[in-house]
């Protein structure tokens, strides 16, 4: 008991900490105001390094909402990401940002959104941002902690991370979880570039003496905060126009933005048969120590409370010049909104149980679910507040009808506030023995208008209010994977009816011509002795041209893999990525939109990335120099992925160590 209560009393002791930040700007600055993942609207939680290798240790992990499908925890091996602290680098396929970690960013290749309901439309910070459902929860016998710390170009840019779980006596865990992201450079990066962003998440997991009933109670809070340049003003791409970044001109001089999601989520599970003891001497075994294929029934409820408060303003910068139509008062503008949301689910659902679970993850089978969702919206803008009440129905199956067969199914439908509104997906998977396996993926979904999209208001006055239809949209993907040649090839098309987007003056606008996106893609990694090449090539098209996306995105590494001095696990290397020219969405931070232009081309630009990783048990070091590109190219280019928002020259490079340890 004295070490649970010393425990939690840390863990609230961090929460306290974090409030104690003062609510100014980065640094305190002051305020005065695989190919074919579907983006869900937050942070993939399960990122593609984990199907590299695995290296388990009896540790597992799960989120709240699907206890029963487990990933052993994986994360002290060397591998293509160990060396990747931007997260718009460590997905399957590169987002680009507004050249620093941790600001805002979008896919380059083109992935559907998953929508369901009211949305309030900011989706630049979704690799950053964690909700109640992208928190896991951990099985597991010994108390670890899992620590990252990355030093980037100053000792003010950095990113901190530790992850903490351990079991308290019979049937209760706990875990805390904290990132830092801060970017505050004062002469590496451009004016007006810094950022910090932090999020605190908590999670507790009580299981019942008799294995039938488990409950998981999640907190997390996530504060980003940022000064905003608006890109650089000068229509140039060379360094001859500026000694030091820092210098260089930009649009905005003193806008400041900053973003909070909060949230609080209690999810229970009670399984409504009986059989078999449960064993609660520790977290690693079933909620009942149940038959192999046995039947299993349980009801589940989840309430959840999420806070979100967004606010820019900016009292400086010639407001007639930049935010033109935009400017409704003479002594700034400003944008706010606060947002509130109640959610309650109940569900039924059954599968066949696994078995004791000895040293392997859980992963039932024969999942079926249905759920009915309420959802109350409370949307407080500068001039008027408002609310909504929204019931989905929704479901969920997977099954196996042959042997080599897998099949997925889910479904959503509204019934209140946004009715009408519903998605149909499907996910095939064919395994073809020892020629590999063949997925097909279909999306079919109708989604209504994002609040931004519908209504804008700055400075207390309306700058648009849309009566838009609402968007249909279809994907249908199919991939093939041979393991024997370390291959897969495939392709993926895209129709979107209703197609809404931000135009050349950041204004939302909706398309009555069908968007057509089609897409090919070829994944090929070659080894030869301990030289590896590892190589991702895209193609896409896009119908019609509101929708700007390179026609080839490209990443190749390079690498040696092999052990130094007998003991030290190594990877050194390059790697190098880039995407045709073409004319890349601007970022309009006042309204959080990445929107067209026409005026600056993103020219085809090779960005090469010199790296090494270390690893010594469960230690792991690296060190990289990003864009060796610009010390080689006679022009000495800057790197463009967003138009205006090139990548600071001399914030290249990084040192890193990451470090496991188990209790």
């Given at each position: 008991?004295?070490?649970?209560?010393?425990?939690?009393?840390?863990?609230?002791?961090?929460?306290?900490l974090?409030?104690?930040?003062?609510?100014?700007?980065?640094?305190?600055f002051?305020?005065?105001?695989?190919?074919?993942?579907?983006?869900?609207?937050?942070l993939?939680?399960?990122?593609?390094?984990?199907d590299?290798?695995?290296?388990?240790?009896?540790?597992?992990?799960?989120?709240?909402?699907?206890?029963?499908?487990?990933?052993?925890?994986?994360?002290?091996?060397?591998?293509?990401?160990?060396h990747?602290?931007?997260?718009?680098?460590?997905?399957e396929?590169?987002?680009?940002?507004?050249?620093?970690?941790?600001?805002?960013?979008?896919?380059?290749?083109y992935?559907?959104?998953?929508?369901?309901?009211f949305?309030?439309?900011?989706?630049?910070?979704?690799?950053?941002?964690?909700?109640?459902?992208?928190?896991?929860?951990?099985?597991?016998?010994?108390?670890?902690?899992?620590?990252?710390?990355?030093?980037?170009?100053?000792?003010?840019?950095?990113?901190f991370?530790?992850?903490?779980?351990?079991?308290?006596?019979?049937?209760?865990?706990?875990?805390?979880?904290?990132e830092?992201?801060?970017?505050?450079?004062?002469?590496?990066?451009?004016?007006?570039?810094?950022?910090?962003?932090?999020?605190?998440a908590?999670?507790?997991?009580?299981?019942?003496?008799?294995?039938?009933?488990?409950?998981?109670?999640?907190?997390?809070?996530?504060?980003?905060?940022?000064?905003?340049?608006?890109?650089?003003?000068?229509?140039?791409?060379?360094?001859?126009?500026?000694?030091?970044?820092a210098?260089?001109?930009?649009?905005?001089?003193?806008?400041?933005?900053?973003?909070?999601?909060?949230?609080?989520?209690?999810?229970?599970?009670?399984?409504?048969?009986?059989?078999?003891k449960?064993?609660?001497?520790?977290?690693?075994?079933?909620?009942?120590?149940?038959?192999?294929?046995?039947?299993i029934?349980?009801v589940?409820?989840?309430?959840?409370?999420?806070?979100?408060?967004?606010?820019?303003?900016?009292?400086?910068?010639?407001?007639?010049?930049?935010?033109?139509?935009?400017?409704?008062?003479?002594?700034?503008?400003?944008?706010?909104?606060?947002?509130?949301?109640i959610?309650?689910?109940?569900?039924?659902?059954?599968?066949?149980?696994?078995?004791?679970?000895?040293?392997?993850?859980?992963?039932?089978?024969?999942?079926?679910?249905?759920?009915?969702?309420?959802a109350?919206?409370?949307?407080?803008?500068?001039?008027?507040?408002?609310?909504?009440n929204?019931?989905?129905?929704?479901?969920?199956?997977?099954l196996?009808?042959?042997?080599?067969?897998d099949?997925?199914?889910?479904?959503?439908?509204?019934?209140?506030?946004?009715?009408?509104?519903?998605?149909?997906?499907?996910?095939i998977?064919?395994?073809?023995?020892?020629?590999?396996?063949?997925?097909?993926?279909?999306?079919?979904?109708?989604?209504?208008?994002?609040?931004?999209?519908?209504?804008?208001?700055?400075?207390?006055?309306?700058?648009?209010n849309?009566?838009?239809?609402?968007?249909?949209?279809?994907?249908?993907?199919?991939?093939?994977?041979?393991?024997?040649?370390?291959?897969?090839?495939?392709?993926?098309?895209?129709?979107?009816?209703?197609?809404?987007?931000f135009?050349?003056?950041?204004?939302?606008?909706?398309?009555?011509?069908?968007?057509?996106?089609?897409?090919?893609?070829?994944?090929?990694?070659?080894?030869?002795?301990?030289?590896?090449?590892d190589n991702q090539?895209?193609?896409?098209?896009?119908?019609?041209?509101?929708?700007?996306?390179?026609?080839?995105?490209?990443?190749?590494?390079?690498?040696?893999?092999?052990?130094?001095?007998?003991?030290?696990?190594?990877?050194?290397?390059?790697?190098?990525?880039?995407?045709?020219?073409?004319?890349?969405d601007?970022?309009?931070?006042?309204?959080?939109?990445?929107?067209?232009?026409?005026?600056?081309?993103?020219?085809?630009y090779p960005?090469?990335?010199?790296?090494?990783?270390?690893?010594?048990?469960?230690?792991?070091?690296?060190?990289?120099?990003?864009?060796?590109?610009?010390?080689?190219?006679?022009?000495?280019?800057?790197?463009?992925?967003t138009?205006y928002?090139?990548?600071?020259?001399?914030?290249?490079?990084?040192?890193?160590?990451?470090?496991?340890f188990?209790?």
């Open positions: 008991m004295l070490r649970l209560l010393v425990s939690l009393a840390l863990l609230f002791g961090f929460n306290f974090l409030a104690q930040f003062p609510t100014q700007g980065p640094g305190g002051g305020n005065p105001g695989g190919f074919g993942s579907q983006r869900s609207g937050q993939q939680l399960d990122t593609i390094q984990e590299i290798k695995r290296d388990t240790f009896g540790v597992y992990r799960f989120l709240a909402k699907n206890p029963f499908h487990e990933r052993a925890f994986s994360d002290t091996l060397i591998n293509s990401y160990t990747q602290h931007d997260p718009v680098r460590q997905q396929w590169d987002y680009m940002h507004l050249g620093i970690s941790g600001s805002a960013a979008q896919p380059i290749v992935q559907p959104l998953l929508r369901r309901g949305d309030l439309g900011w989706h630049q910070y979704d690799l950053y941002v964690k909700k109640a459902d992208d928190i896991p929860f951990y099985r597991h016998e010994t108390a670890f902690t899992n620590m990252e710390y990355n030093q980037l170009s100053e000792q003010n840019n950095s990113v991370k530790i992850l903490f779980s351990r079991n308290y006596g019979k049937g209760f865990n706990s875990s805390i979880s904290y830092r992201n801060s970017q505050r450079a004062t002469t590496r990066l451009f004016s007006q570039q810094a950022l910090r962003n932090t999020t605190l908590l999670n507790f997991w009580f299981k019942g003496q008799n294995g039938r009933y488990n409950a998981y109670l999640t907190i997390v809070n996530n504060k980003l905060e940022r000064q905003e340049n608006g890109g650089l003003v000068n229509d140039t791409l060379t360094l001859g126009n500026f000694t030091t970044p210098v260089a001109p930009v649009f905005l001089d003193a806008a400041r933005s900053r973003y909070q999601h909060q949230e609080v989520q209690f999810t229970q599970y009670f399984q409504l048969n009986r059989f078999g449960a064993d609660t001497s520790a977290l690693d075994s079933l909620p009942l120590e149940a038959v192999p294929g046995k039947q029934f349980q589940a409820h989840s309430i959840s409370y999420q806070n979100i408060f967004s606010r820019y303003n900016d009292g400086v910068t010639n407001l007639t010049t930049y935010y033109k139509k935009f400017n409704t008062d003479l002594r700034g503008i400003r944008n706010y909104v606060g947002y509130q949301k959610e309650n689910q109940f569900r039924l659902l059954t599968f066949k149980s696994q078995g004791p679970l000895v040293g392997r993850a859980r992963k039932e089978a024969g999942l079926l679910e249905l759920a009915l969702v309420h109350y919206h409370r949307i407080n803008l500068e001039t008027r507040d408002s609310s909504l929204e019931v989905f129905a929704t479901g969920k199956w997977d196996q009808p042959l042997p080599a067969v099949l997925q199914l889910n479904a959503k439908l509204g019934l209140l506030g946004n009715i009408g509104d519903y998605q149909a997906s499907g996910e998977n064919f395994k073809l023995g020892k020629l590999g396996q063949l997925t097909g993926r279909a999306t079919n979904q109708l989604y209504s208008p994002t609040l931004v999209q519908r209504e804008f208001i700055a400075t207390q006055q309306r700058i648009w849309n009566d838009f239809k609402k968007t249909l949209e279809t994907n249908l993907e199919a991939s093939l994977q041979i393991d024997r040649f370390q291959i897969e090839v495939g392709g993926a098309y895209h129709l979107i009816n209703n197609l809404l987007y135009d050349t003056i950041g204004y939302a606008r909706q398309t009555g011509k069908p968007v057509g996106i089609l897409q090919l893609f070829a994944k090929k990694n070659f080894v030869f002795w301990r030289i590896h090449l090539v895209i193609l896409q098209n896009a119908s019609e041209d509101v929708v700007r996306l390179p026609k080839v995105f490209g990443k190749h590494s390079l690498y040696f893999e092999g052990r130094l001095f007998r003991v030290l696990s190594s990877r050194i290397g390059v790697d190098v990525r880039y995407q045709t020219s073409y004319y890349a601007y970022y309009r931070p006042l309204t959080g939109q990445f929107e067209l232009q026409d005026k600056r081309l993103v020219n085809f960005a090469a990335d010199v790296f090494g990783s270390f690893q010594v048990t469960k230690f792991r070091a690296y060190f990289k120099m990003e864009n060796i590109t610009r010390y080689i190219d006679p022009e000495n280019k800057l790197f463009y992925q138009s928002y090139p990548m600071p020259p001399s914030s290249g490079f990084r040192l890193g160590i990451k470090w496991f188990a209790d």
